[in-house]
């Protein structure tokens, strides 16, 4: 009992995505080396990109003598199997994290992906409208008088119920399933509709890179842009930059821009909001920026009216562009500040500003709820890595998670513009 409360302590705790990510990366690559094994998906809340997850649940296919499961609980980073058979293994890895494997024929590959994927409560709507029309929904297939008549493809399961394909971040049961059956759902934005970063460090203050480290990053990824916005001075753990260090930049952001024809990088700020809503640079400094990027670092336990009203002052300042990381929450760490979030997104809209969803996996702030809130305010957003490495700029792809389970298109997103109509878009 004693072994088991150790080693289980902390189970109910859920797991950031990117760590999961990372625990699951060298897995499924394991798994793929398998001999006859064909499909490997990791389905569940890891599937739907939620910021955290449970359980991972990953399903195969395989010829019949593929020895998938002898190789699952073989695998060197099993600490302890907890069940295991012809079709389905439980282990527990090193990291703690549970992890369910099943075998699943590729007649229902398409079922149990579906049913596994979840949302439960996605689940039951869709099992209720294949009854209605005289169909029984499991993770086995679709079925009419015992006879399947669907299952290889997920887009099969959908159709036996009349409704297109709905995307795994869709499937929530918060309107995706009336939305696909008035043919109404948003086309999501990828990764590949992103044209620039908007939030990004250097080691003139915190970051790990040079200026032209982090510009030729990304460069490498085809960017028309990226913003450089080192912290401003009142961060001083994160040796932020006092007026005269920010110019100095600005002059060599100038400088580098003179050399490059295929990039522009914009100069910027990321300014401490101070607890009165003034910004921590003077605006004389703010106005030879293409961007000021706001953010709350301190005081994060002033009441919901307070830091609402610190937050819509700060975008008062006619230089103020996009308010970063606007609850200031950690993942796991730190709850969101208190504020009116639908306040403060009428607010932004009305100056002209907009809010970030950032995509650091232990921030993923704003959350998916705020980011319809935002889509249903007319707000538009900024999807930045907050990037404080050249490999940073690579957690784009979780931003673009959060966006899509927020129902965001590529119309909604700033940095999905060109740069003309970017600079159009952040003049006040």
């Known amino acids: ?50 910021e955290t997850v449970g359980d991972l649940d990953i399903l195969a296919t395989a010829s019949r003598d593929a020895p998938v499961m002898d190789r699952f609980i073989g695998y060197d980073q099993v600490a302890e199997v907890v069940s295991s058979g012809k079709t389905r293994a439980t282990v527990v890895l090193r990291s703690g994290l549970h992890v369910d494997l099943r075998v699943v024929p590729q007649a229902s590959y398409g079922a149990a992906l579906c049913y596994f994927t979840g949302s439960k409560a996605h689940n039951i709507a869709i099992r209720k409208i294949g009854a209605r029309k005289g169909c029984k929904i499991n993770e086995y297939g679709v079925f009419r008088h015992d006879k399947r008549i669907a299952g290889k493809t997920e887009k099969s399961v959908y159709r036996q119920v009349g409704l297109p394909y709905i995307e795994p971040e869709f499937r929530e049961n918060s309107g995706e399933i009336e939305a696909a059956g008035n043919n109404r759902l948003p086309g999501l934005v990828t990764v590949d509709d992103i044209r620039g970063d908007l939030h990004c460090h250097t080691r003139a203050s915190d970051g790990h890179n040079s200026l032209e480290e982090m510009v030729t990053a990304a460069r490498a990824k085809g960017y028309e842009y990226i913003a450089i916005t080192d912290h401003s001075k009142r961060l001083t753990v994160a040796h932020g930059l006092d007026e005269k260090k920010l110019l100095r930049e600005i002059r060599q952001i100038d400088r580098l821009n003179d050399k490059l024809d295929d990039i522009v990088v914009l100069k910027g700020i990321e300014v401490d909001i101070l607890e009165d809503g003034t910004l921590d640079i003077h605006d004389d400094i703010l106005r030879q920026l293409d961007l000021v990027v706001g953010a709350v670092h301190y005081k994060f336990n002033l009441t919901r009216r307070k830091q609402t009203e610190r937050i819509i002052r700060a975008m008062d300042n006619p230089y ?94 700033l940095n999905t513009r060109k740069l003309p109509e970017l600079r159009k878009l952040l003049e006040r």
């Not at 690559?29 to 809340?45: F, M, Q």
Request: glycine content about 6%.
């Open 320 to 413: 103020f562009n996009i308010l970063a990381h606007p609850t200031a929450r950690l993942i796991n760490e730190r709850a969101a500040c208190e504020m009116d979030m639908e306040k403060v997104m009428t607010a932004a809209r009305e100056r002209g500003c907009f809010l970030e969803v950032n995509a650091q996996p232990v921030r993923l702030d704003l959350t998916d709820s705020h980011c319809r809130l935002a889509k249903e305010t007319g707000l538009k957003v900024a999807i930045s890595t907050d990037a404080h490495s050249t490999k940073g700029l690579d957690n784009m792809r979780f931003g673009i998670g959060q966006a899509r389970r927020g129902w965001l298109e590529t119309a909604d997103i």
């Open 1 to 50: 009992i004693l072994h088991r409360l150790e080693h289980f302590s902390g189970a109910h705790a859920r797991t950031r995505l990117d760590d999961a990510e990372e625990t699951v990366k060298p897995l499924l690559a394991y798994l793929r080396a398998t001999k006859g094994i064909k499909d490997v998906t990791v389905a569940g809340s890891f599937r739907r990109r939620r």
